[in-house]
């Protein structure tokens, strides 16, 4: 097998592999690995549509990034929201998220959101998104 002794030709494969080593290396981190979330801030808020209560957080910079890489990759999957280990919410991933809070939403009182935001105020909470196993 002899390949072209044309070195744009070889410039050009070399780039395309490339690529497609940055796709590969960027695709499998978010698909397989929980993503940590810093959160800066936490509250209760009440959504002006609906009038539930809800649990507003906002991100770190380095979060926001990394939501939205995660969320990309991932439209259409669920996701499990937990904190400190303990499951809170697993929607479906519908776009991509590329704003600086997440608003968690679920069959929870004023109080129990409350708790939550505490909790995560005391910056040692850890919250994570994780991939839900996929049903074969």
């Not at 002794?5 to 940055?22: E, K």
């Not at 796709?23 to 002006?48: K, N, S």
């Not at 280990?85 to 991509?96: M, R, Y």
């Not at 704003?99 to 910056?123: I, K, P, Y």
């Amino acid at each position: 097998m002899s390949f072209p002794q044309n070195p744009r030709y070889h410039r050009d494969m070399l780039r395309y592999l490339l690529i497609a080593l940055i796709l590969l290396a960027g695709l499998t981190p978010a698909q397989a690995q929980p993503l940590r979330l810093g959160v800066e801030t936490a509250e209760v808020v009440i959504d002006p549509l609906s009038g539930l209560n809800q649990l507003e957080l906002s991100l770190t910079p380095a979060s926001q990034q990394d939501m939205a890489t995660f969320t990309a990759a991932n439209v259409g999957r669920t996701v499990n929201v937990t904190i400190d280990g303990k499951l809170i919410t697993s929607p479906v991933i519908q776009t991509p998220i590329i704003s600086t809070s997440l608003m968690l939403t679920g069959n929870f009182t004023a109080a129990e959101l409350q708790v939550m935001a505490d909790q995560l105020s005391a910056q040692d909470a850890v919250v994570e998104l994780k991939l839900a196993k996929q049903k074969r």
